[in-house]
């Protein structure tokens, strides 16, 4: 049994192997960069939205675990750091992760 799935891993690997494309020109290049950054930016986008979900959560998951008196501390305090995340992603982080964007504060290290 186990030399069959070994024979079959095997076989498996070798087709991916040669059956591998060959690099791709440079004319090539272009439309699967573009690509890239769409898939990169939509990713971004619905994983940024998740977060905002999370946030949220952790805010009502807070809220629950102290006293009354408390909750609206607790809920200023998540909305804070929330923004201030959003103004540092702002002028560090979107320039660290798209280094050919010109502008910003910081980042550019490529």
């Known amino acids: ?3 069959g799935i070994l024979a079959g891993s095997a076989v498996l690997i070798a ?4 059956g591998a494309p060959s690099p791709a020109s440079a004319e090539e290049a ?4 573009e690509t ?3 898939f990169n930016s939509l990713s971004f ?3 940024g939205f998740l977060v905002m979900w999370m946030a949220a959560g952790f805010t009502m998951l807070e809220a629950g675990l102290v ?3 408390n909750v609206a501390t607790i809920c200023l305090k998540n909305i804070a750091l929330f923004s201030i995340a959003g103004i540092l992603y ?3 982080g979107y320039n660290l992760m798209y280094t050919g964007v010109d502008g910003g504060v910081f980042g550019t290290f490529a």
């Open 36 to 38: 890239a950054y769409i």
């Open 67 to 69: 006293r009354t008196k």
């Open 30 to 33: 272009a439309p699967v960069t």
């Open 90 to 92: 702002y002028l560090v």
């Open 45 to 47: 986008l619905m994983h």
């Open 1 to 3: 049994m186990r030399v």
């Open 15 to 18: 087709v991916t192997v040669v």
